[in-house]
C-alpha cells in the first residue's frame, strides 16, 4: 500500500510516528497529495490522508480521475479523514463522481498531539477565525472531544474552571459527553486536580505583543512548526573548514527544537537578553571538559573520557547550533527598527497614548512595511484602548486602504468582527482597570533572574497567564469586578469521584493544573506558565493543551482574507 | 524613526518604563562571540565521527520521519530503498535514543511509579497505540457490513452515529418537523460536519418538493448555531447566490454587500472587474465602507485610462522618460498610494486637467498633504530631480516671501534624500531646516554636512564640541579654516 498525504498533516504525524512504524504496517511509499496523475508505484491499495477540506477533495477527484483505468492491477482507493470524517467532503465527492471509488472512509480521530513533555496542541490553525468569524465551533467539539480522551487515559478532572463564551461551551460539551457515555467513568487514579479552560479573545492582547523569551523571537522571526524551525544556512557553515567556501548550503537549515535537547530546555524559556550568558557558560565547561583528555593518564581514566565522547559531542554541536541562533536573533534585535517598534508596544501596554493616531505606525505605513506589522500594531492599540476613537480608526483605516489596496476592506472588517480592531463603545476604557487590578505593566521587571512573569514580555505580564496564576493563589473571588469587564463567562464546575479515587495530598505535594487555551497559545505565554510551575512556593504545575501554537503575525494572517498575490 | 532621538533618550532614562534595551552589548556580544570561539576550536578535536551524532539530515529532518520518507519513497525505486533500510533502522532508532529530558512538570514523569499494564509511558505511545492498531482490522471489513441502514435510530442516536464518523440515512427522516428535531439534536452536539449535514438533507428535502427555500431560512432564523454553518458552507462552496439571498432574507444587508464585493477578487479581467465594481457602489455598506468602495472603483477607472495611455507611449519609444526608466509593470490593480508615486515619477509636470496628473489624484482621492508631499519627495528624488524637490518643499506666502515648509518634517525629508543619494550640497541645505538642535546635529554628522556642523556649534557657543570636530575634516580645507576663525571669533568676544 501507499500513502498520500496531505502535507500538512506530515508535521503533526511525524511527532507521533516514524516511518520505520509505517513499514510494519506494510507502507511502500508515500507521496504528496498534489494535482495531477498520482506517480507510480507497484502497491494495490493507495490511502489518502487528508484534512477534511473541500480545496482538497478537489485535488483528490483530479488524482481519481486521472487513474489510468486499463492499468493492472488495478489499484483500489482509500481514504482516511483527519481528525474527523467529512460528510460534507463526501458529497463533495458524490458530486464530482468519484465518491464510489473508495474503498473505505475512514477517520483517524487525532485530537490533541504532543509536542512536548508539558505541551499538546490540536494544530487546528483556523480554530480561532472558525469560532469568532464563522461561529463554526466544530473545532471546540473536537476539543471536548480531545479532552475526554485525556481523560479517559489520565483519569477524570474533578475541578474545571473556565473564562470565556467557547471555555463555557467546551464545558457543556464535557458534561454531556459524560452524561451520554455513562460507562466511560473509569477506575483511573486522576492526574489532573484542575482543568482551566481559556478562551483567546478573553485575552486578545498579548499575541499582539512581540515575545521576547528565546524560543519566542526564533517563533516570531523565524517561525516554529511542528517543533522544526528553518533557518537561514549562512551562520551554519560546513563543518570540515577545508571543505567550505566551494558549496555553501543554500537550503535553510532546518532543526528540531524541543526539551529533548539539554541545552535548549536551559535556555528557551529564558528572556532573551539572559540566553547569551549562559550560552557562554556552558562553552566555558565544555571546554574545560575536552581539556581533561590532557590529564588523562591511566587507561582507565582515558576509557572514561571517552565513555564520555558522545554526550560530549552532542552538548558541543547542540550548543554551536544555539550560539549561531542567538547571533541571527541579536542581529534584529539590536536593530533600529526592532526597538522603535518595542517601543511603541510598550508604550501602548503600559497605556501611554493610546488615544491618538501613533506617529511611528504612521511612518510605517508610509514606508510600506509590511501589513501584518501594521495591523498587530493598530489591533494592540485598539486593544489596549478598549477600542479606538472614531476619528483614530477611520484615520488608520484610511492609510492602509489607500497604501496597501482596498481589497484589504475585507481583512479589516474581520478584524472588526474579532474584536480585534474596534471603535470605542461608551466612551469607556476598561483597559487601565485591568491593568493596574492584574498588575500586568510591571515596572521593575528582572530579566536575568526573574521573580515574576512579566519578564517574558520585558515588563508585560500575559493577562492569560495572570488569570491562571491568580485562580491558583488567592482564587478568582478576589478580581469577580475584572472578570466581568472581560468577555464571556467565568464558571467553576465539579465532577464527583468515586470515594476510592479522591486524592489524599500529601504535604508540600504540587497540584496540576491543565490549562486549554481555545484559539492558540503563545511560546511567551508557556514559557510563563513553566516559570509558574517551577517557582518554589507556587504549589501548581502546569500542563498546556491548546487548539494551536500561535505568535501574533500567524494569528492575524489567519483573519485575513485571502487575496491573490500582487503582481510584484 | 520620526520621534526626535534626544527626546526619546530623554524619556527612557527618565521615566519608569524600561525599553529591551542591552545595556550591555558589547559584553554580551562579545560572550557571544566567546563562546562562537569555544566551539570552533573544540571542532578538530572531535571531528572524525561526527556523522554519527547527527541523525539528521542537512534539511533537518530526522533520518526516519514522515517528511524525510516521502522524498526517499517518491524518488528511489524498491531495490534501492531495500539496501537503505537496514541504515534507517539504525538511524531512526539511535535518533530516538536521545534522552529525553524528565523536567518536574512533563507528562511522562507524572507515571512514574506506575505499573506499565495499566498505563501508557507517553502521551505520544497512547496516540499510536490507540490510532494505528484499531485502524488496521478495521481496513478489512467489507463493504455491506460497515454500512448501516438500520433505520431504528432516534434523532439522538443517530446523531450521535454521525459523530463517531458513521454513515447513516437521513431519508428516515421524513417529514419537516422530523427534520427540525434532528437539526435541533445536532445543533446540540456542536459538530458541524453533522449540523451542516442535516441542513443540506434539509434543503434537499425542500428542492425534491419544490418547497419555497424561504422555509429552511424561516426556521433558521430562530437557530443561530446552523445559520452560522450553513452560511460558512455556503461561502467555502461558492454558492454565492444561494448565499447573498439567505443574507437578504435575514437584513443582514452589510454582509450582503461585502460578500458581494468579495467577488471581484475573482475577477481576472481588468474591464469586467471595473464593471462589477461600479455594480458594487449602490450596495448598502456602511457610510465609511461606502466611500471607499467608491474610491476603489474611481481608482481602477483611472489606472485603465494611464495604462492604455502609457503602454502606448512605451512602445512607441518617443518619451525619453519612458526609454530610460522602463516600466516594472503595469498599473493596474495597484494600490492608491503606488498610483500617486507612479503618477509623480511619470506625470509629474502634467496639467491638473489630465487624469494621471499627481494633483488631480490628490483632489480626486483627498490624499492628505503629508502623504502627498512624502510620495511626491520619493519619486522625484528617484529621478534626482532636486529642483522639484526645493519646488515641493516651498511655499510663497501673500506678501510674495518664499519659505520652506514640509509637512513631514525635515528630518524625513533628509532621509529620504539620503536614500536616493542626494548630493552633500543639496542634503545639506535640508539638514540646516531641522528643527530640533540634537537631530541636526546627529544627521549632521552622520551624513558628513560640515557647514551644518560648524553653524550649529557656533550657534550654541560650544567651543570644546567646535574643537573637536576639527579632527573630523580634511586638513587644510575650507571647513578648518571656517572653525578656526570662529573660534578665535569667540575668543575675541569673549574679552571684549
Redesign the interface.
Known amino acids: 500500500q501507499a500513502i498520500v ?1 496531505d502535507e500538512y498533516l ?2 503533526p ?10 513499514k510494519e ?1 506494510e507502507v ?5 497529495l498534489k494535482p495531477g496523475r498520482l ?1 507510480p508505484a ?1 502497491v494495490k491499495n493507495i490511502i489518502f490522508f487528508v484534512r ?1 477540506k ?1 480545496e482538497l477533495m478537489d485535488i483528490i477527484t483530479d488524482n481519481v480521475l486521472r487513474e489510468d483505468r486499463g492499468r493492472s492491477p488495478q489499484r483500489d482507493f ?1 481514504i ?2 483527519v481528525p ?5 467532503c463526501e ?2 465527492l458524490k458530486e464530482q463522481g468519484v465518491l464510489g471509488s473508495f ?2 472512509r ?5 485530537d ?3 509536542f ?3 505541551l ?1 496542541s490540536m494544530e487546528s490553525e483556523s480554530a480561532f477565525k ?1 469560532c469568532y468569524l ?5 473545532s ?2 473536537h476539543a ?1 472531544k480531545g479532552l475526554m480522551t485525556l481523560q479517559a ?2 483519569g477524570t478532572i474533578p475541578q474545571i474552571f473556565g473564562k470565556g463564551d467557547c471555555a463555557r ?1 467546551v464545558a457543556n ?1 464535557m458534561i ?1 459527553m459524560k452524561r ?1 457515555f455513562p460507562g466511560s467513568q473509569n477506575s ?1 487514579f486522576p ?1 489532573f486536580d484542575t482543568l482551566l479552560l481559556l478562551d483567546r479573545n478573553v485575552d486578545l492582547l498579548t499575541p499582539l505583543a512581540t515575545q ?1 523569551t528565546y524560543e519566542g523571537l526564533i517563533d516570531e522571526i523565524y517561525g516554529i512548526q511542528n517543533t ?1 524551525v ?1 533557518l537561514p544556512p549562512e551562520k551554519f557553515a560546513p ?3 577545508g571543505e567550505s567556501g566551494k558549496d555553501l ?1 543554500t ?6 527544537l524541543n ?4 541545552l535548549y ?1 536551559e535556555i528557551r524559556d529564558k528572556n532573551f ?1 539572559a540566553v ?2 549562559v ?2 557558560k ?3 565547561i ?2 574545560a571538559a ?1 581539556e581533561e ?1 590532557h590529564h588523562a593518564k591511566t587507561v582507565g581514566e582515558i576509557k572514561q573520557f571517552v565513555s564520555q ?2 554526550h ?3 552538548a ?2 547542540s ?2 547550533n544555539h ?2 541562533i ?2 541571527l536573533i ?1 542581529d534584529i ?2 536593530s ?1 527598527d526592532f ?2 517598534n ?2 511603541v508596544e ?2 501602548f501596554m ?1 497605556g ?1 497614548d493610546t488615544d491618538k493616531v501613533n ?2 505606525i ?2 510605517c505605513i ?1 514606508q ?1 512595511h509590511p501589513l501584518i506589522k501594521i495591523l498587530r500594531l493598530v489591533c494592540l492599540q485598539s486593544v489596549c484602548n478598549s477600542g479606538l476613537k472614531q476619528k483614530v480608526l ?1 484615520h488608520y ?3 492602509i ?7 484589504h ?2 481583512t479589516l ?1 474581520n478584524l472588526e468582527k474579532a474584536g480585534l480592531l474596534k471603535p470605542q463603545t461608551g466612551g469607556r476604557n476598561n483597559y487601565p482597570t485591568i491593568r493596574k487590578t492584574l498588575r500586568l505593566w510591571m ?1 521593575d ?1 528582572n530579566e536575568q533572574n526573574p521573580n515574576d512573569i512579566s519578564y517574558v514580555y ?2 508585560y505580564a500575559p493577562l492569560s497567564v495572570r488569570l491562571a496564576q491568580l485562580l491558583a493563589r488567592p482564587g478568582w473571588r478576589s478580581i469577580e469586578e475584572v472578570l466581568k469587564m472581560l468577555p464571556g463567562p467565568h464558571f467553576e464546575e465539579r465532577q464527583q469521584l468515586p470515594t476510592g479515587l479522591q486524592k489524599k495530598r500529601q504535604h508540600g505535594e504540587n497540584r ?1 493544573t491543565l490549562v486549554f487555551f481555545l484559539g492558540g497559545v503563545t511560546y511567551a505565554e508557556i514559557a510563563a506558565l ?1 516559570f509558574l ?2 517557582m518554589e512556593d507556587g504549589g501548581t ?3 498546556i493543551a491548546t487548539t494551536k501554537l500561535i505568535n501574533g503575525t500567524t494569528w492575524i494572517k489567519s483573519l485575513m ?1 485571502k ?2 498575490p ?3 | 524613526m520620526s520621534r526626535v532621538r534626544a527626546d526619546e533618550e530623554e524619556y527612557w532614562h527618565s521615566s519608569k518604563f524600561r525599553a529591551f534595551t542591552f545595556d550591555d552589548e558589547d559584553d554580551e556580544l562579545s560572550q557571544l562571540k566567546e563562546s562562537k570561539r569555544a566551539v570552533n576550536s573544540l571542532r578538530d578535536i572531535v571531528d572524525d565521527d561526527d556523522d554519527d551524532l547527527e541523525r539528521v539530515s542537512w534539511s533537518g529532518e530526522p533520518v526516519g520521519s514522515i517528511s524525510w520518507s516521502i522524498k526517499e519513497t517518491a524518488s528511489g525505486s524498491t531495490s534501492s530503498l531495500d539496501g537503505r533500510d537496514s541504515s534507517l533502522q539504525k538511524g531512526s532508532s539511535s535518533y530516538a535514543a536521545l534522552p529525553k529530558q524528565a523536567s518536574s512538570y512533563s507528562l511522562s514523569s507524572l507515571f512514574k511509579g506506575r505499573n506499565k499494564l495499566s498505563s501508557f509511558q507517553s502521551l505520544s505511545d497512547a496516540l499510536t497505540d490507540t490510532g494505528v492498531k484499531n485502524y488496521a482490522p478495521e481496513l478489512r471489513r467489507p463493504k455491506a457490513e460497515y454500512k448501516d441502514y438500520s433505520s431504528d435510530w432516534s434523532p439522538k442516536d443517530t446523531v450521535r452515529r454521525m459523530q463517531r464518523g458513521k454513515v447513516c440515512s437521513l431519508e428516515r427522516f421524513r417529514s419537516l418537523q422530523d427534520k427540525l428535531v434532528l437539526l435541533d439534536e445536532a445543533v446540540a452536539g456542536h459538530d458541524g460536519n453533522v449540523i451542516t449535514a442535516v441542513m443540506l438533507s434539509y434543503s434537499t428535502h425542500l428542492k425534491i418538493n419544490s418547497l419555497p427555500i424561504e422555509i429552511l431560512f424561516r426556521e433558521l432564523e430562530v437557530r443561530q448555531v446552523a445559520l452560522c454553518h450553513l452560511i460558512h458552507f455556503l461561502r467555502e462552496t461558492g454558492e454565492q447566490k444561494f448565499l447573498l439571498d439567505l443574507l437578504r432574507f435575514l437584513d443582514r444587508t452589510e454582509e450582503v454587500a461585502l460578500s458581494q464585493y468579495r467577488e471581484h477578487l475573482n475577477i481576472q479581467d481588468v474591464e469586467k472587474r471595473r464593471e462589477f465594481l461600479k455594480g458594487c457602489i449602490g450596495l448598502p455598506f456602511s457610510a465609511e465602507d461606502a466611500s471607499h468602495i467608491q474610491d476603489h472603483y474611481t481608482l481602477l477607472e483611472r489606472q485603465i485610462i494611464i495604462e492604455a495611455n502609457d503602454r502606448h507611449l512605451e512602445m512607441a519609444g518617443q518619451s525619453e522618460l519612458f526609454r530610460k526608466y522602463p516600466r516594472k509593470a503595469s498599473i493596474l490593480n495597484m494600490p492608491l498610494v503606488t498610483t500617486l508615486f507612479y503618477s509623480c515619477f511619470y506625470h509629474y509636470t502634467e496639467a491638473e486637467g489630465m487624469f494621471s496628473s499627481p494633483t488631480n489624484l490628490k483632489k480626486t482621492f483627498k490624499i492628505p498633504d503629508k502623504q502627498f508631499v512624502l510620495t511626491a519627495l520619493a519619486a522625484r528624488a528617484k529621478l534626482r530631480a532636486w529642483g522639484d524637490v526645493d519646488a515641493l518643499l516651498t511655499t510663497k506666502n501673500w506678501l510674495g516671501y518664499t519659505k520652506k515648509k514640509a509637512p513631514i518634517g525635515f528630518h524625513r525629508v533628509v532621509e529620504i534624500l539620503q536614500r536616493n543619494s542626494a548630493p552633500v550640497q543639496v542634503l545639506q541645505e535640508y539638514v540646516r531646516l531641522v528643527d530640533d538642535v540634537e537631530t541636526r546635529l546627529n544627521l549632521a554628522t552622520k551624513y558628513k554636512c560640515h557647514d551644518v556642523v560648524i553653524e550649529t556649534y557656533r550657534d550654541l557657543k560650544d567651543r570644546i564640541q567646535l574643537t573637536a570636530y576639527k579632527g573630523k575634516v580634511e586638513r587644510g580645507s575650507a571647513e578648518e579654516e571656517k572653525i578656526n576663525s570662529i573660534l578665535s571669533n569667540m575668543v575675541r568676544n569673549a574679552y571684549s
Not at chain 1, 475512514?106 to 487525532?110: A, D, G, I, K, V
Open positions: 498525504w506530515t508535521g504525524f511525524g511527532l507521533i510516528a516514524q516511518y520505520s512504524l509505517l504496517h511502500e511509499k508515500m507521496f504528496t506517480p507497484d477534511p473541500l482509500h482516511l479523514f474527523r470524517r467529512s460528510l460534507l458529497q463533495w474503498i473505505h475512514e477517520q483517524y480521530s487525532l490533541l498531539i504532543p512536548d513533555g508539558d499538546l472558525e464563522e461561529s463554526d465551533q466544530t471546540l467539539y471536548a487515559l489520565y461551551h460539551m454531556r451520554e483511573i492526574v521576547l522544526y528553518k563543518k570540515k573548514q548550503p537550503e535553510p537549515k532546518k532543526l528540531q526539551s529533548a535537547e539539554e530546555a537578553n547569551g550568558s550560552l557562554s556552558k562553552a566555558k565544555i571546554s575536552f583528555r565522547l558522545p560530549m559531542q552532542a558541543r554541536s550548543l554551536a550560539t549561531s542567538a547571533e541579536k534585535t539590536t533600529e526597538f522603535d518595542l517601543t510598550q508604550e503600559s501611554i506617529n511611528y504612521e511612518d508610509a510600506k477611520d483605516k484610511r492609510e486602504l489607500q497604501t496597501y489596496g482596498y481589497e476592506i475585507l472588517n515596572d521587571v520585558s515588563g496540576v513553566r510551575s517551577q504545575e502546569y500542563i482574507e487575496l491573490e500582487a503582481p510584484f
